[in-house]
């Protein structure tokens, strides 16, 4: 089934045909506590402790939270607010390398995943802070413990890779397609459905070719090569185009018995549970046209983006921009002293003269927006509104089923910042309903006081 | 031409007398004292009570919603009078103005980024907290301004907000929008002000703004034992309550962080 609405955007898979390349191993990384959508972990060692590899740096604070681990052994440097490539300072633990890269000696035992018990997988993974490989990095135990209520009858497992230059999950499909696969099992096991679906954009024929041969008899899966347009990768739209279901407004997959896997983050359960590794490394293209050698690597969480730059043969003199991510959801670095975190599937460098800045013009009611959302939404009415600040109007318009996917601002001939504006609607219709609940509250209770006097 | 007269007169007779009826059988019971609290107050509808306007903050009060003292526009005179309609009374209160702890334009700040997206600070401040390197400067792009039902906010040549004291009312509108928490009331009379909310350490702080407190505690030094300026997490600040009134403490700050106002506290110019 085909979504309504989407873009084709130019998809510059020039790294599609670069094998995975392991990073060398550097002399310092940064590990940001909070990697994930949640609460952030408590942080275990201190400046001047030593730590293994694989050992944790921080212990989950209650259910949507996962632990960090350092990416190799070393001292800590420092536990302070460093650069985040989220935009403000966040706590991170910097490590320097003894290059000794030294195993801690209280990994879990490997573990067969057929053997074990769903509970017991869920730990595992939550103990190995895997969380959803995509970019979005909601820890992925949590997606994998739907409330009693919601029967989860469909594992989908997501290889569309939509965005753009990015292909480290169609290498990893590639080159690590049995892992892939078994990922799905374990992932089938403890969801406890017998179904999952298989999504493929149709560029990447070799990929659903690699997972269909690598598909251990055990586990039941059904290939479907979807057709190429972003946001083909949005979990969404992805459940439309494979099961026909909707997911209702505000409502989450699991509401329509989905729950949506990247298939990277198959391979990191899979380790978590087969070896007893946690998830410190992930693979990320490192691409576009100002990067001199572009890579796809297999690189440890905490990175340093400039050493990761340097090892892609540094980037151009006429360099204009570096986005963590695709161009069109990714966000822009302007500190190059970030790291690469769990969520980072790519490192775009766009030269000069393509990341250039627009000005918006007015909107001129062409309506290329409205055909180009996904989600059905009416981009330029809401653009309108938000520009004028008049946020209590956006909820008429459903501002918060916007994925905040850019096809709007793709073809909007005006270049409005589109995006942005509902970004900043969000947030603000957000703390409107927000306030309305609590007046609704006072009021009860004034009513009540009154009642009773 | 007598006939369309009268017709017309009487048609205006009967609607008149529509009307009258229409007021006597669809009228509004209102509180006589709503009344009398909506003329006393300023009617410049501001909305700084956090209500609709100066009705809605009147028949609040007389509903036992809003405090008598609640509009922050008007005089010490008026609340009395607000207050003594409704029966109570209420706490004298320094007169106040609001103030921008920042004065970072492009001219000492230093940028982390080029933004080009919609102009409102609070758009800009969801990208990585805004464009200033500094993690506490202001963004320039006018939120407070906007909201200032009484124009007292300008936007100095480099970018940064200013209070014009003689128009500000106090309402703190301009103090719940700014994104970055930036804007205080502070008393009428007060001169010495710390026009910084950085709370980085001295040497990030000085890289980002030339005119940032540092947190030397250089002017912390001259009150030793005295809570009057003191400084907390690498930022000075003022105990409004014992505001000091020395023109030479700003002499001591090295960096121009800590100023010294004395022209600044002329008697607000009202608009009731």
Known sequence: ?453 | MLVPTVVLSGIGLLAGLGLALAARAFAVETDPRQDRITEALPGANCGGCGFAGCGDFAGAVVRGDAKPDGCPVCDQETRRLVASIVGQTVQDRAPQVALILCQGGDDVAAKKYRYNGLASCASAALLGGGDKACSAGCLGLGDCQRVCAFGAVEMTPSGVARIIPARCTACGLCVAACPKDLIKLVPVEATIHVLCSNHDRGPAAKKACTVACLGCKKCEKSFTGDPRIRVADFLAYIDYEHAPDDPALAALCPTGSLVYRGDAAPAAERTT
């Open chain 1, 1 to 453: 089934m085909k979504f309504s609405g989407g873009v084709h955007p130019a998809y510059h898979k020039d790294t599609a045909g670069l094998q995975i390349e392991a990073m060398p191993l550097l002399h310092r990384y940064v590990v940001p506590i909070a990697q994930h959508l949640g609460a952030p972990g408590k942080v275990l060692v201190a400046k001047g402790d030593r730590v293994a590899r694989w050992q944790p740096l921080s212990e989950p604070v209650g259910f949507v939270s996962v632990p960090v681990h350092a990416p190799t052994s070393g001292t800590v440097k420092q536990v302070a607010a460093l650069p985040h490539p989220l935009g403000r300072p966040m706590l991170a633990v910097e490590i320097e390398s003894d290059g000794e890269d030294r195993p801690w000696e209280g990994l879990a035992p490997p573990a067969d995943w057929r053997r074990l018990e769903p509970a017991e997988l869920r730990r595992a993974i939550q103990a190995a802070g895997v969380v959803g490989m995509g970019g979005a990095t909601f820890p992925t135990h949590v997606k994998l413990s739907p409330p009693a209520e919601k029967k989860v009858d469909l594992l989908i497992l997501n290889g569309a890779e939509c965005e753009p230059y990015l292909t480290a999950d169609h290498r990893v499909m590639l080159e690590q397609a049995a892992e892939v696969m078994e990922g799905l099992g374990l992932m089938m096991r403890v969801l406890g459905v017998t179904r999952a679906c298989v999504g493929i954009e149709s560029n990447k024929p070799d990929a659903l070719e690699a997972l269909r041969r690598a598909c251990p008899a055990d586990v039941a899966a059904e290939f479907t090569l979807l057709e190429t347009k972003y946001p083909q990768g949005s979990e969404k739209h992805l459940i439309y185009a494979l099961s026909g279901r909707r997911v209702p407004p505000g409502g989450l997959p699991m509401d329509v018995g989905c729950v949506v896997q990247n298939v990277g983050t198959a391979v990191a359960c899979l380790e978590a549970v087969r070896d007893g590794l946690p998830m410190t490394e992930r693979v990320a293209t490192v691409t576009g046209a100002a990067i001199n050698v572009p890579h796809n690597l297999r690189v440890r969480v905490g990175a340093p983006l400039l050493d990761v730059l340097a090892h892609c043969g540094g980037v151009t003199p006429d360099v204009g921009k570096v986005i963590f991510g695709g161009p069109m959801m990714g966000i822009g670095q302007f500190d190059m002293d970030v790291p690469l975190i769990k969520g980072t599937s790519g490192v775009l460098c766009l030269r000069d003269d393509e990341a250039v800045l627009f000005e918006g013009g007015p909107c001129i009611r062409c309506g290329a927006c409205v055909d180009a959302c996904p989600m059905g939404l009416v981009p330029s009415a809401m653009g309108l509104i938000a520009e004028r600040f008049r946020f209590e109007e956006l909820g008429d318009w459903h501002i918060l089923d916007c994925i905040e996917c850019g096809s709007c601002a793709y073809v909007c001939p005006s270049r409005r910042p589109l995006v942005q504006h509902f970004k900043r609607g969000k947030a603000e219709w957000r703390d409107i309903l927000e306030e309305r609940r609590a007046k609704t509250d006072r009021d009860a209770k004034r009513a009540e006081t009154a009642a009773t006097a």
